[in-house]
C-alpha cells in the first residue's frame, strides 16, 4: 500500500472514532427522573388531608392555612387569600420530588449545603412540613441550597435532607420556598386608566366637600367646581387624582372591622362604564389605610369580590390622591435656586434724598 492510501486509511478511522465519541453516552450524566426514587412515594394521595403549610427558618415561621378546599390563608395577614398558583406549585413540586444523588452524611458538613439546623441562628436552611388537621407531619424536609444548571432543558435540583437524618441528597425537582408572606399574596387591587375618572367629590371630616370634573372631552383634566373660588392649580396634582387607581397595590392588610386610626373621610369616584368606586380613608400616625367599594355592573362585582371585608394600608403619596384637600392642589411657588443670596434692599445716600435740608451749622 503507498504511503498516500496509509494516510487516507488513517484520516478515515479517526473519523469514524470521532463519531463512536460523539454518539456514545455521556455516562456522567444525571440519571433520568424515572430511574430515581421519589422522596415521598404515595404524597399525591394523602395530601387530601394537608391542612397546614409550614416554612420554618431560624427568624420565623410562616403557615399557610387551608380554609376551603381549594382556598388557603395567610394567618399572619388577617387570613388573606394566597395566591392558589403558590400552593399548587409547592405541592406539586413536592410530590415530583426525586431524591437523584446521595451526598455527606458528616452532621458538620451539612451547613456547607445549607442543611444544618434550621433553627440555628444565621442557618440558611429551611424545614418545610406539611400537616394535617390534628397538626402531624404528611411530609417533612429540610430544603438547602439550589444547584443552577447552566444547560437548556435541564431539570432544577436543590439538596436535601430529613429533619431526623444527617444523609443528605441532590433531589430533582421545583420547591419554591418564600419565607415573606408578601410574596405568596396578589398585593395588585387594581389598575383602572387615569381617563376613565370622570369625576371626584371629596368628603373629608370637618370640612367643606371639593367637587372635581373633567370636561366633555376625553384628554380634558380634572377642573376643581367646588369651591367656585381657588388658587392657581398645580395640573400635576389634578392628574395624580385620576391616577390614583392605575397600578394600585397595598402594603399590608386586615379586616375591615379592624381598620386602625382615625377616619380622614372618603372620595367617591365617577368612572366611564358605569363604574362608581368609594374609597373611605383612615390615616392612624403617619400610615394610610383604605377600604373601596364599588358600584355599577359586573365589573364592580368582580372588584368587590376582591375589595369586601378588608382595609388595606396604602402608600402614604396615596392620600393627595383618595382624599385631596384644596390645599394639595395648589400650584407651588417656585423657591430660589440653592446658593442664591436673597437681594439686598437698596441703600438710599443722603446726595440721592430729594429736598432734604443741610444740617444747621452749629452756634
Known amino acids: 500500500m503507498t504511503r498516500r492510501g496509509l494516510l487516507l486509511l488513517g484520516g478515515a478511522a479517526a473519523v469514524a472514532v470521532g463519531g463512536a465519541i460523539l454518539l456514545t453516552p455521556d455516562q456522567a450524566t444525571p440519571p433520568s427522573p424515572s430511574t430515581s426514587d421519589l422522596a415521598f412515594p404515595g404524597l399525591a394521595q394523602r395530601l387530601a388531608q394537608a391542612a397546614a403549610i409550614e416554612v420554618k427558618r431560624h427568624d420565623g415561621t410562616l403557615q399557610v392555612r387551608r380554609a376551603a378546599p381549594d382556598v388557603w390563608v395567610l394567618p399572619a395577614k388577617a387570613d388573606y387569600p394566597v395566591r392558589p398558583e403558590r400552593v399548587r406549585e409547592l405541592l406539586v413540586g413536592l410530590t415530583e420530588l426525586r431524591l437523584t444523588e446521595p451526598r455527606t452524611a458528616n452532621p458538620e458538613m451539612l451547613d456547607r449545603l445549607g442543611l444544618d439546623d434550621p433553627t440555628r441562628e444565621g442557618a440558611t436552611s429551611s424545614l418545610l412540613r406539611i400537616l394535617d388537621a390534628q397538626g402531624a407531619a404528611i411530609a417533612e424536609l429540610v430544603v438547602g441550597r439550589r444547584r443552577v444548571r447552566t444547560q437548556g432543558n435541564v431539570p ?177 411657588e417656585a423657591s430660589a435656586p440653592a446658593g442664591t443670596a436673597p437681594e439686598a434692599p437698596a441703600v438710599t445716600t443722603p446726595s440721592e434724598t430729594p429736598d432734604t435740608p443741610p444740617p444747621a451749622a452749629p452756634q
Open 156 to 332: 432544577e435540583t436543590v439538596y436535601v435532607r430529613r429533619p431526623s437524618e444527617s444523609q443528605a441528597w441532590l433531589a430533582e425537582g421545583r420547591l419554591p420556598l418564600d419565607g415573606d408572606p408578601n410574596l405568596w399574596i396578589d398585593r395588585d387591587l387594581a389598575n383602572i386608566p387615569r381617563d376613565r375618572v370622570r369625576g371626584v367629590t371629596v368628603n373629608r371630616q370637618g370640612e367643606a366637600p371639593l367637587i372635581l370634573r373633567r370636561g366633555t372631552d376625553t384628554d380634558a383634566p380634572l377642573a376643581v367646581l367646588e369651591p367656585t373660588t381657588t388658587p392657581e392649580l398645580d395640573e400635576i396634582s389634578l392628574d395624580e387624582v385620576a391616577r390614583g387607581f392605575e397600578f394600585l397595590t397595598f402594603l399590608d392588610v386586615r379586616k375591615a372591622a379592624e381598620i386602625p386610626g382615625e377616619r380622614l373621610g372618603e372620595g367617591r369616584f365617577e368612572l366611564t362604564d358605569n363604574l362608581r368606586i368609594t374609597v373611605t380613608a383612615h390615616k392612624d400616625g403617619e400610615t394610610l389605610w383604605g377600604m373601596l367599594s364599588a358600584e355599577g355592573d359586573e365589573e364592580a362585582a368582580r372588584l368587590n369580590a376582591r375589595w369586601q371585608g378588608w382595609a388595606y394600608q396604602l402608600g402614604q403619596w396615596k392620600e393627595k390622591s383618595f382624599v385631596p384637600r384644596l390645599e394639595d392642589l395648589r400650584k407651588q
